[in-house]
Antibody
Framework: QVQLQESGPGLVKPSETLSLTCTVSGGSISSYYWNWIRQPPGKGLEWIGYIYYSANTNYNPSLESRVTMSVDTSKNQLSLKLTSVTAADTAMYYC??????????????WGQGTLVTVSS | DIQMTQSPSSLSASVGDRVTITCRASQSISIYLNWYQQKPGKAPKLLISAASSLQSGVPSRFSGSGSGTDFTLTITSLQPEDFATYCCQQTYGTPYTFGQGTKLEI
């Protein structure tokens, strides 16, 4: 069974960089799209972007100027960096695997999420 | 961006009821529509992909339908564990977008 686990600082100061890691176990990173999604407290889900195992990326234009995703296939890890954070970036951050089947993508495995608060 | 609008935002129901949640896309997305269930403090769980394809292990009381811009999630014979928030997601094009969620309450 594939498992994803996010990790990183729970508190980040305004204007600094948020850095998170997602460790994938029970399966290979290869041949899947790996997504980051966030959810501000009490609000809906926002897709941040994805990275393919080959390191191709696709970011949400609303965050593209501040986002960098990377993948380390040797460690089965993904990473997310979000620069110049503000209080609006306070959210639960999830990593999720997207499977492509029958012409459709769906997010079939998710991490438990990690709460990041932006505050001085 | 494709906007996804769910209705209602919240819904009260009882065990054994049948409920329907609607998701509308701001443009046609064919059947590139997934449904997720989310419980408090938990990650979303995939229920249905491609508008109507039930995921393995998901009870058959859940069903999805629709195409184009209008989609529905139906739960027949509500069980206590079904009280949660449900949201739709389009994967027709990036940025992938989600509905705001429908909270199903007892």
């Amino acid at each position: 069974q594939v498992q994803l686990q996010e990790s990183g600082p729970g508190l980040v100061k305004p204007s600094e960089t948020l850095s998170l890691t997602c460790t994938v176990s029970g399966g290979s990173i290869s041949s899947y799209y790996w997504n980051w999604i966030r959810q501000p407290p009490g609000k809906g889900l926002e897709w941040i972007g994805y990275i393919y195992y080959s390191a191709n990326t696709n970011y949400n234009p609303s965050l593209e100027s501040r986002v960098t995703m990377s993948v380390d296939t040797s460690k089965n890890q993904l990473s997310l960096k979000l620069t110049s954070v503000t209080a609006a970036d306070t959210a639960m951050y999830y990593c999720a695997r997207a499977t492509y089947s029958g012409g459709h993508y769906y997010f079939d495995f998710w991490g438990q999420g990690t709460l990041v608060t932006v505050s001085s | 961006d494709i906007q996804m609008t769910q209705s209602p935002s919240s819904l009260s129901a009882s065990v054994g009821d049948r409920v329907t949640i609607t998701c509308r896309a701001s443009q046609s997305i064919s059947i590139y529509l997934n449904w997720y269930q989310q419980k408090p403090g938990k990650a979303p769980k995939l229920l249905i992909s491609a508008a109507s394809s039930l995921q393995s292990g998901v009870p058959s009381r859940f069903s999805g339908s629709g195409s184009g811009t209008d989609f529905t999630l139906t739960i027949t014979s509500l069980q206590p564990e079904d009280f949660a928030t449900y949201c739709c997601q389009q994967t027709y094009g990036t940025p992938y977008t989600f509905g705001q969620g429908t909270k199903l309450e007892i």
